[in-house]
C-alpha cells in the first residue's frame, strides 16, 4: 500500500498514464499529474479518482522546459508538502525513416522523451535526498532495447532513458533512492490504435502471447516498483511485453 505517500506522473492525463495514475491512487497514494496541453483529459483522470479517498491535482506543464518543470515541482511540494514517487511517462512521437526525417522531429522527441524525463529527476533530486528516500519509475519502451524501424528519434530517445536509469540508481542508491524503468511492448492505446489494421494485425501475430497488452499491465508493474516489495530493486530495465522480446 501507498497510503500517505504523494507520486507525481507525468502524461498522466490519458493511455498507460491515466492508468499509472488510477492503480497508484488504488493503493492510497495522493497524485499530482502532469500533462502538456489537454487539461479536459486531466481533470477527467482526476475525477476517476473521486472514489478512492486521495488527493489528485492536475499542472500543466512541458517537461522539455527545464524552468517549467522546476516551477511545476515547487508548486507540488508548496501542495502537497513533499513527493515520493516519480513516474516519468510523458512522450511524444515524430515518426518517419532516417533518411526523410527532419532535424526538428528528431530533437523535439528527444528534448520531450529523453531531457524531460532528465528535468524531472534533476528538479525532484534534491528533496529526495533530504528525505532520503525515493521512487522514480521511467517508462521506456522495448524500442529502446531492440530498435523500431521509423523510430529513430523515439528509439534513440527510449535507449538514452534506459542509460539515464542505471546511472541515476547507481548515484542514489545509497540515499534509500531508487531508479527502475518498464519498457513496454504493444499497448491498446490510443497510439497504437491510429495504426491501419493490417500493420495492427501483423505486430500482434509477431507477439508470442498472440494479444495486444493493456495500460494496467504497465500500471500494475509501476505500483509495485513504487511500494515496499520493491525496496532492493534498483537499476533494472523491466519488460511488459508479452514476450514480444524474447
Known amino acids: 500500500m501507498l497510503k500517505g505517500q504523494v507520486a507525481v506522473v507525468t502524461g498522466g492525463s490519458r493511455g498507460i498514464g491515466r492508468a499509472i495514475v488510477r492503480k497508484l491512487a488504488e493503493n492510497g497514494a495522493d497524485v499530482a499529474i502532469l500533462y502538456a496541453g489537454n487539461q479536459k483529459a486531466a481533470e477527467e483522470t482526476c475525477t476517476l479518482l ?99 524501424v521509423g523510430q529513430a528519434n523515439y528509439s534513440s530517445a527510449k535507449a538514452g532513458l534506459i542509460g539515464l536509469t542505471k546511472t541515476v540508481a547507481r548515484e542514489l542508491a545509497g540515499r534509500g533512492i531508487t531508479c527502475n524503468a518498464i519498457a513496454p511492448g504493444f499497448i491498446d492505446t490510443d497510439m497504437t490504435r491510429g495504426m491501419n489494421e493490417k500493420a495492427r494485425d501483423a505486430v500482434v501475430a509477431s507477439i508470442p502471447m498472440k494479444r495486444a497488452g493493456k495500460p494496467e499491465d504497465v500500471a500494475n508493474l509501476a505500483a509495485f516498483l513504487a511500494g515496499d516489495g520493491a525496496a532492493y530493486i534498483t537499476g533494472e530495465v523491466i519488460r511488459v511485453d508479452g514476450g514480444l522480446c524474447i
Not at 515541482?73 to 514517487?85: A, H, P, R, W
Not at 526523410?100 to 535526498?129: A, P, Y
Request: net charge positive; glycine share 10%; charged share 25%.
Open 50 to 148: 473521486q472514489g478512492f479517498s486521495v488527493r489528485c491535482g492536475a499542472y500543466r506543464c512541458d517537461v522539455a522546459d527545464f524552468d517549467a518543470t522546476k516551477k511545476t515541482v515547487n508548486e507540488i511540494l508548496k501542495d502537497f508538502g513533499k513527493i515520493d514517487i516519480l513516474v516519468n511517462n510523458a512522450g511524444i512521437t515524430r515518426d518517419g525513416s532516417i533518411a526523410t526525417m527532419k532535424e526538428q522531429d528528431f530533437d523535439d522527441v528527444i528534448r520531450t522523451n529523453l531531457k524531460g524525463s532528465f528535468h524531472m529527476i534533476r528538479n525532484c533530486c534534491r528533496h529526495f535526498l533530504h528525505q532520503r528516500s525515493g521512487r522514480i519509475i521511467n517508462i521506456s519502451s522495448v524500442a529502446g532495447l531492440s530498435g523500431n
